[in-house]
């Protein structure tokens, strides 16, 4: 990501501070952290919750298969903007929130995701607006797949309760601010 993407990121940041959850995106070690934690590798559709300036987007389209499909959500127009000038066919960029998960999956004529990965906010957000987008996750995943969220503040892991339990967590220190990578697998039955 260039210096125009960096910019980008801190004036949103500026602009709409509980909106964006970080001053600068992420680095290469929390992107590695994680696209592994998501199983992205193996997966056949992902979603992706607030890509900012997509370096972690651009991370996960280099490690995903061939014929899978990455469905990246941004409500900022700005970083939606930037999203739609990654050239992939594997990529939709839609502008939107999370809260209308499952209508947008099902707009864009996609199966249940294998993995959603957030790098929105919880911690901002109010605790209804953050259990709606979770129900809205858990309703959206395909059974055995992943939910990833990279926060600096543990939030997440509280509001996930209730639905998934305690996840796994890891703490990622190679990163401004050091972030931690919160994992759920989805168990409801096929």
């Not at 004529?109 to 809205?136: C, H, K, R, W, Y």
């Not at 997440?156 to 994992?183: D, H, S, Y």
Request: proline share 6%; with cysteine; aromatic share 6%.
């Amino acid at each position: 990501m260039g210096l125009n993407g960096r910019m980008a990121f801190f004036t949103e940041f500026l602009r709409h501070p509980l909106q964006v959850g970080s001053v600068i995106p992420s680095s290469r070690f929390l992107e590695r952290r994680i696209v592994a934690a998501a199983g992205v590798a193996m997966a056949r559709t992902v979603v992706e919750l607030g890509p900012g300036t997509g370096g972690t987007t651009r991370a996960m389209l280099r490690a995903m298969p061939a014929g899978a499909k990455l469905l990246s959500i941004e409500l900022n127009p700005r970083l939606h903007r930037l999203q739609q000038h990654i050239g992939d066919e594997r990529l939709i960029a839609h502008l939107g929130s999370a809260c209308d998960l499952t209508d947008i999956i099902a707009g864009h004529g996609l199966d249940e995701p294998d993995a959603v990965v957030s790098g929105i906010p919880f911690s901002t957000m109010s605790a209804e607006a953050g259990t709606g987008i979770i129900e809205a996750i858990s309703s959206a995943l395909a059974p055995g797949g992943r939910f990833v969220a990279y926060q600096w503040s543990g939030r997440v892991g509280t509001l996930c309760e209730a639905t998934w339990g305690r996840g796994e967590a890891a703490m990622e220190l190679r990163n401004i601010p050091p972030m931690r990578v919160f994992q759920w697998e989805n168990c409801r039955p096929q």
